[in-house]
């Protein structure tokens, strides 16, 4: 193990007991603890390798191409290559297997894009450590902590690694993870160097990687990392371990296989029907194996799992520049169907910036903003004891706040107390929603109490009368009815062997009132009409005071404010009851994070879909009851960031509101190419079954045309649609239904028509070409109209909203090289005679390419006229 930084004295030199400390960076100033230098720990991190256990291995190169040469349609590729061997057509087995390669490039190239999207978010993903490098706290990823570094951990922290605890207060961990035993085990620290203890058993200072702080906190020298820790050695099984498929991949896979087993029993029937119809010589059955290969192809659409992969992947990746981290994939589907943002206010409304605004004794409030000379006399006492009530180095805002105006106004007075030793600390409990410190002043055993916490919870402790408790509340109303978060202050006075074990049970007498103010994002407003405007109810729950609540729900733009709803109201009603009223309210204060997961199963119970917020360890419940769980990034514990399915990088209400956006148009963009794969394959399916049935018609498409159709397929649907922008109404609908699948009769129904239009519309020129031409000539004419039309269609099929024409002028890169790219392959295949034979064509005359090319553009124009139907509904919707 590395040797302890040598400004880090052992806690004997100190003479302090390290249960005496009332924060752990009190034993120490914080620039005394220096840790590693940034060099050093670089080093190191290149030496011994990232701090993160042995997972699923990202796929090799080799690995795609084993999956890729493994999918049916590659096979049935090969298949049709085997077959034109032995019918003697070298030429053609050599042009299919060029375009075998070719198809193989595109979707390894896709492969590969996913794995790296998938990479860049498991770096986002990897848990967050507070370590101290150079003397300064920072915030580095959890597989960059190394040998020797100082981690501070706090309650509902997970452990990055395995290491020795320096110094600590009440920390205890749940070993659980290795040892079995759900009892959190105790924690004392060391100063000196000693070997890892085995996990489990009380007071001893060894932790371990990737178990979780339930109470206290401390700074951990770190001893052993990644594989070297007590959870890498047995972590072999998470290589094993595989991601679960969401709905969406499952729905897919189950209708391609039902696809699947279609058309390997319409391949069967074709070819035998083709040779029973033809005569039955040999020559006539590798035709109809021909035709039935080209059938399966037609009726296999394998593009959908490759579209949900990518599009899922790339959706998270883009999630993710927009300061939102994907935890679970089913997150991004259900984004879109979000019906209730359930939302912190402290942080996530507002900025999380708290400044100390008013100080109140017995109804005089003095507002610290215009306060141009000293504090006065009588406000020392109150500011005093709140500080006091508050850790030496605070981590909560409103305790920095509360420093900083100490250090404003009684810097180096007799009010601040640097040498007082913590005798003891009553924490925060749900049912007494205050904090109490009881220090050692130095007058023997005498004791001096500062309390601080809810008003309620304050009176509660100082045992105030009903007038009294009248009182209170009156001033409590007024400073919250101003916007204003507000707290009481007590003080006491008694001897340490008389402190009581019960929080309760303490006797202190009301100083006054704190009025903190945090401003309200600027952002907020507007997002929150956003929401509105996208039937999405947005429901604030907050802990603080209802009128401060309601104040700041009005500026933020909520529309029903009135109505306020308590923890103590909710802990009276049954859960019907409060099913039956959740769906009109839209703040709730006073509550308490166990509260929480009731609110999120009375909106559940009314067929809501709910996305809430949260960041403590006691969230975590209501996060994973959420179909949509969004754990704060910047101030949240790891455990809340374990249940939640989305991590919020930025805190930041907006970005809730671009998640949804973002995950819109992923689910819209996820629809248009899969009309475009229904609508093209029904094309290719009826050319590939019609001659058979009947017996003068030739074969209009082979496999080697299928594999060129692919070419313009497979790109399509993972390049264009997926980086298509949102719809301009996009905001302006309702959310869809969450009983709504993919392949909705909605999207069917278009899919089929676009398909049936391109059938009629090649066959008719097809039943025309063959009038003066040869098959070979009516065939070639067929196959210029079915590009073109694939062309149209995905131009079309670019916006359901916006003309084709319109959007030629919104930029998408893939256009740009996939569509020009096609043409230029198909002048190709029909000009340039060595081609042209392998294609089976014959020379056409440019009028007979212009009538395929009008054939082409005009057969799915139809759905130009539904699109401005459509736009003059969202135009009428708009002025309602």
């Known amino acids: 193990m590395a040797p302890y930084p040598r400004r880090l004295p052992c806690f004997c030199q100190l003479g302090v007991h390290i249960h005496s400390v009332p924060r752990v960076a009190n034993v120490l100033p914080r620039e005394e603890l220096v840790g590693l230098h940034e060099a050093d720990a670089g080093t190191r991190l290149r030496q011994e390798g990232p701090n993160e256990l042995p997972v699923q291995r990202q796929r090799s190169l080799l690995a795609i191409v084993l999956e890729v040469v493994s999918e049916p349609m590659f096979l049935m590729l090969v298949a049709a290559g085997v077959v034109y061997l032995l019918l003697g057509e070298r030429a053609d087995a050599l042009l299919l297997l060029g375009f075998v390669f070719v198809v193989m490039t595109i979707t390894i190239v896709q492969a590969r894009r996913t794995e790296h999207a998938l990479d860049a978010l498991r770096d986002l993903s990897s848990p967050r450590a507070l370590v101290i490098r150079d003397g300064a706290r920072r915030r580095v990823a959890g597989r960059d902590v190394v040998r020797g570094d100082l981690v501070v951990v706090s309650e509902g922290d997970r452990i990055p690694a395995d290491g020795l605890l320096r110094q600590g207060l009440h920390l205890a961990t749940d070993e659980s993870l290795l040892t079995g035993e759900s ?5 004392v620290a060391t100063a000196s160097a000693r070997v890892l203890d085995s996990p489990g058993g009380d007071d001893l200072p060894s932790v371990f990687s990737g178990t979780l702080v339930t109470s206290g906190q401390g700074i951990v020298e770190i001893a052993a990392t990644g594989p070297r820790t007590a959870l890498g050695k047995i972590g072999k099984a998470l290589e094993r371990t595989k991601q679960e498929p969401t709905m969406l991949q499952t729905e897919t896979r189950r209708i391609v296989r039902l696809l699947a087993l279609a058309g390997l029993l319409a391949c069967c029937l074709v070819v035998v029907v083709f040779a029973l119809t033809r005569g039955g010589s040999v020559a006539v059955w590798k035709q109809g194996f021909l035709a039935g290969i080209a059938m399966a192809m037609a009726l296999l659409p394998e593009e959908f799992p490759v579209v949900l992969t990518i599009f899922l992947a790339l959706g998270a990746w883009r999630l993710s520049r927009s300061r939102v981290l994907t ?5 991004v589907e259900m984004l879109g169907a979000a019906t209730v943002l359930c939302v912190d206010k402290t942080g996530t409304l507002t900025q999380n910036q708290m400044t100390l605004r008013k100080l109140a004794i017995a109804g005089s409030a003095t507002d610290l903003v215009d306060l141009a000379t000293d504090l006065p006399e009588q406000l020392h006492s109150l500011l005093e004891h709140a500080i006091l009530a508050s850790r030496s180095d605070p981590f909560d805002p409103m305790e920095r706040a509360l420093h900083a105006v100490g250090d404003r106004f009684m810097k180096d007075t007799e009010h601040l107390h640097p040498n007082w030793s ?4 009553y924490a925060l409990a749900p049912g007494l929603l205050a904090v109490s410190h009881a220090w050692r002043s130095g007058n023997g055993d005498q004791v001096v109490v500062s309390t601080k916490g809810a008003p309620e919870a304050v009176a509660a402790l100082c045992r105030l009368g009903p007038e009294q408790r ?4 009156r001033d409590v109303a007024g400073l919250a009815s101003q916007g204003l978060r507000v707290l009481g202050v007590a003080r006491g006075v008694t001897h340490e062997g008389l402190l009581p074990n019960e929080h309760s049970e303490l006797v202190v007498e009301l100083v006054g009132l704190l009025g903190f103010e945090d401003p309200l994002r600027p952002t907020v407003p507007s997002a929150v009409a956003e929401c509105q405007t996208a039937g999405v109810r947005v429901v604030m729950i907050t802990g603080d005071y209802p009128a401060t609540a309601q104040s700041i729900a009005r500026h933020a733009g909520l529309t029903h404010c009135d109505v306020v709803l308590t923890g103590v109201d909710l802990d009276g009603m049954s859960d019907e009851e409060l099913a039956r009223r959740v769906s009109d309210v839209q703040v709730f204060a006073r509550v308490v994070p166990e509260q929480k997961l009731r609110i999120v199963n009375a909106l ?19 996060l994973k009851a959420a179909h949509i769980g969004i754990a704060m990034g910047g101030r949240g514990t790891d455990v809340a960031r374990e249940a939640a399915s989305l991590v919020l990088l930025d805190d930041d209400f907006s970005s809730i509101v671009e998640a949804v956006k973002l995950g819109r148009r992923i689910y819209d963009n996820i629809k248009k190419a899969v009309v475009f794969i229904v609508a093209v394959h029904v094309p290719i399916a009826g050319l590939s079954m019609l001659p058979v049935f009947f ?4 074969l209009l498409i082979l496999p080697v045309h299928i594999a060129f159709l692919q070419l313009i397929i497979d790109p399509s649907c993972t390049l264009i649609f997926e980086a298509e922008q949102a719809e301009a109404d996009i905001m302006r609908r309702p959310p869809r239904k969450r009983a709504a699948g993919l392949f909705s009769w909605d999207v069917l129904s278009i899919a089929l028509l676009q398909g049936f239009s391109i059938l009629a519309v090649c066959v008719g020129v097809f039943v025309l070409g063959r009038r003066g031409h040869t098959d070979d000539a009516a065939r070639a004419l067929t196959f210029v109209t079915l590009v073109i039309s694939f062309v149209v269609v995905i131009l079309v099929d670019r916006s359901w909203l916006q003309s084709a024409m319109a959007m030629l002028r919104i930029p998408n890169p893939a256009v740009r090289w996939v569509l020009p790219g096609a043409v230029g392959f198909l002048a190709v295949a029909v000009l340039v005679p060595f081609a042209r034979k392998l294609f089976h064509f014959a020379p056409l005359h440019l009028s007979d390419l212009l009538l395929s090319f009008a054939a082409g553009l005009l057969c799915v124009l139809w759905f130009e006229v539904v699109k401005r139907i459509r736009r003059m509904r969202v135009r009428r919707s708009a002025r309602a």
């Open 183 to 187: 009892v959190p085990v105790r924690k």
């Open 327 to 331: 935890r679970r994939m089913p997150a």
């Open 422 to 425: 913590l005798a003891r600390e």
């Open 470 to 473: 009248e009182s209170l509340a």
């Open 604 to 622: 559940k119970a009314n067929d809501e879909v709910v996305a809430m917020t949260g960041d403590g360890v006691n969230d975590a419940p209501a």
């Open 695 to 698: 017996a003068d018609w030739p």
